[in-house]
Structures are given as structure tokens and as C-alpha cells.
């Protein structure tokens, strides 16, 4: 049952987040990523915001997805790692980011075993996300 890769698109990844407003303003304004659809679902009491940098016919996107009366605090389990954003000039980025209020993690600077420039931060709910400097555009 082996498909051909161009048959599968890899769609969203879902995140659940405490505070929607917070979520959105970080995924928008701190990481340039625009809202691509948002709907309340009031029978089920939840919001799902799609962010991204693109629109979703073409690129993968994030979804937030907010519960309108969460009884406790999420965890991150043990399973999920990070969410990879590639950036150029990633030093000033992350400066940036920190004059800000946002948590870097760990400083950018090569990677242990390479010479790949990366920085780790936290989104408001503690998601951890990579960058990675970026020597040319993607295609």
C-alpha cells in the first residue's frame, strides 16, 4: 500500500491554547503569520483559528484550538517535540523577540554536531519552536 508522495499534503497541526487572544497575538504579530480562517463551534464550545503563512490550499498551517471552559491546564505530554519555522538573519530576530517578553530557550548558535544556525523559544501556552537560519529562499 505504498502511495506516491505527491498523492499526501501534509494539512495543520492542532494546538490546544489556554488564552486565544495571547496565542493569536504571539502567531501573528511576534512570528508573521496571518489568520487564515477562524470558527466557533457552539455546540461543542470550542474556537479553531487557523494561522500560517500562507493559505492552506498551498501550505501547512497551525491550528489553534481554543475550549471555551477547560477545566484544568494542558499538558505537552511526553510525545510532541517542536514546531520548526525557518527565518533569515535569526540573531536580530531573536532580539527582537526578547524585547518582546518572549522566551528563548536556547540562544541561537550552531548545532552541536553542525554548522546549522538555530534558536529555540516558548509560545505563550509553553510549545516549544525551532528556527532555523535559512541560507536561501524555499521553494
Not at 479553531?48 to 471552559?69: A, C, H, K, M, R
Not at 538573519?89 to 540562544?107: L, P
Not at 553542525?114 to 537560519?133: M, N, Q, R, V
Amino acid at each position: 500500500m505504498n502511495k506516491i508522495s505527491s498523492e499526501y499534503r501534509l494539512l495543520h497541526t492542532m494546538i490546544r491554547v489556554q488564552n486565544l487572544d495571547r496565542s493569536i497575538d504571539f502567531y501573528t504579530r511576534i512570528l508573521g503569520m496571518k489568520v487564515i480562517r477562524r470558527k466557533d463551534y457552539k455546540d461543542g464550545e470550542f474556537t479553531n483559528v487557523f494561522v500560517g503563512y500562507g493559505e492552506e490550499s498551498e501550505d501547512t498551517v497551525i491550528e489553534l484550538t481554543y475550549n471555551w471552559d477547560p477545566k484544568e491546564p494542558y499538558t505537552h505530554g511526553t510525545g510532541f517535540g517542536h514546531i520548526a519555522i525557518g527565518v533569515f538573519d535569526i540573531y536580530d530576530i531573536c532580539k527582537n523577540m526578547e524585547i518582546e517578553g518572549v522566551t528563548i530557550t536556547r540562544s541561537p548558535g550552531p548545532m552541536k554536531h553542525g554548522s546549522t544556525i538555530i534558536a529555540f523559544l516558548e509560545d505563550p501556552d509553553g510549545y516549544k519552536i525551532e528556527l532555523i537560519e535559512l541560507s536561501e529562499k524555499i521553494k
